[in-house]
């Protein structure tokens, strides 16, 4: 079985940018493979291309390659962390010629797709959508969009059963739990839909055509990161994420634990868990900080524990006092980064990995090249690159 690397998002097998000011990673992707449609699960792969950081970001000011440890906060100083940002489309796969090369520009025929969000009126999900419905314009396909009102599989699963009931060419899903949606996904898979798993996945993807999303260990490795380069003297770090099972926020979580755990300056107060509700978020801020007040960093994994974390803080009196990083940039989470509630963000590109999962669906129906596992970047926010980052999700298309 030959293997292949194909690199999305441009940067090479080093990455990205840990610096609190103005650095962004794109991460590779890896696992390509050549599907026909009759056997889109064909684990066949083929040695491909490779692109260094240095091509893929050319002109951006980020002329090399880093190794990890020369990425480090601590090595790089003030001046160095301010300058460079690249910018979600120069880190695009589409918009770089020969990253992606095995994306399809037409579709054969007009095939009908549905996106299913994680949850509906998500700034994240909007902005995939965005990039879905603009792609799907492009390749010469029709897409439906529909969400649960909470990120619940409880709500989900009712929304793919009748989705899949309405026999479309194929799926783009967020599936809202590791466990839950596994058999639902997989039984559609099995009725001849391709399912393209985006953001989140589940805990045997082999059905998939695909799956898209960011890389979320490293983006809670530069979470801690930026918490580190606020409090360089270090101390009680919290995290609060949304529910244990969701694929990319316990990935959030491993990512920043690892990082905070090999810090002896840090200790390292646990997750709490709000259930994706701002309000609840809040409240875990201000009870922590009544029990620990020397907490001088939190991380909070997603748009709505970051939403709640800011709301927390103000209600506390703390701002500014504690340094909270949060991941995703919707306009709410932007504002609070500007007005220095919030000190950092994460932001990822979900109008790319919407754009490379419809891709990806097309290739599959079509009996192109598909890539089973796809990683796209993100990039770590302050209110210095924030407005020049191009990064900032949309409240609507
Ligand atoms: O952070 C995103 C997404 O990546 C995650 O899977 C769930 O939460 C968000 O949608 C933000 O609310």
Redesign the pocket.
């Known amino acids: 079985m030959k293997r292949s690397i194909l690199l999305k998002g441009g940067v090479g097998t080093v990455v990205a940018v840990l610096a609190l000011a103005g650095c962004s990673s794109s991460k590779p992707a890896a696992d390509s493979s050549t599907s026909s449609s009759s056997s889109s699960s064909t684990a066949d792969t083929s040695a491909s291309s490779a692109m260094t950081s240095d091509s893929a970001m050319s002109g951006s000011g980020m002329s090399s390659a880093m190794s990890g440890s020369e990425m480090s906060s601590s090595a790089m100083s003030g001046s160095e962390m301010s300058g460079s940002s690249m910018s979600g489309s120069e880190m695009s796969g589409s918009a770089m010629s020969g990253a992606n090369g095995g994306a399809p520009t037409k579709a054969s025929k007009n095939y009908k797709v549905t996106f299913i969000q ?2 509906a009126g ?1 700034n ?2 909007i902005t995939m959508q965005c990039g879905i419905q603009d792609e799907a314009k492009k390749l010469g396909v029709t897409v439906n969009t529909q969400g649960p009102a909470k ?1 619940d599989p409880t709500l989900q699963k009712p929304i793919l059963d009748s989705v899949v009931a309405s026999k479309p060419d194929a799926i783009l899903i ?1 599936p809202t739990n590791v466990t839950a949606m596994q058999a639902p996904l997989a039984k559609a898979a099995a009725s001849g839909i391709k399912i393209v798993l985006v ?2 996945t589940v805990n045997d993807p082999s059905f998939a055509v695909s799956e898209v999303s ?1 890389d979320n260990v490293g983006g809670g490795k530069a979470a801690f990161d930026a918490v580190k380069q606020l409090q360089p003297k270090g101390g009680k770090v919290l995290v609060i994420s ?1 529910d244990p099972g ?1 694929s ?2 316990d990935a959030r979580v491993k990512g920043f634990d690892e990082a905070a755990k090999g810090d002896s300056t840090f200790t390292d107060l646990g997750v709490q868990y709000s259930h ?1 509700v701002p309000a609840t978020a809040a409240q875990i801020v201000t009870a922590a900080l009544q029990k620990d007040p020397d907490i001088v960093g939190i991380f909070a ?4 524990s970051a939403e709640g974390a800011a709301t927390g803080i103000k209600q506390a009196g703390k701002v500014g006092k504690v340094s909270i990083v949060g ?2 940039a919707g306009p709410d989470q932007v504002k609070a980064l500007k007005d220095g509630t919030v000190q950092a963000l994460v932001a ?1 590109q979900p109008g790319i990995i919407g754009v490379d999962g419809l891709q990806q669906a097309v290739a599959g129906l079509d009996g192109g090249t598909v890539t089973k596992k796809i990683q796209t970047g993100f990039t770590v926010l302050t209110k210095d690159n924030v407005d020049s980052s191009g990064a900032a999700y949309k409240a609507s298309c």
């Open positions: 994680g949850v998500d994240f999900y990120f967020a953001d989140t960011s949304t969701v990319t926020v994706n994994t997603n748009l709505f991941f995703d990822q």
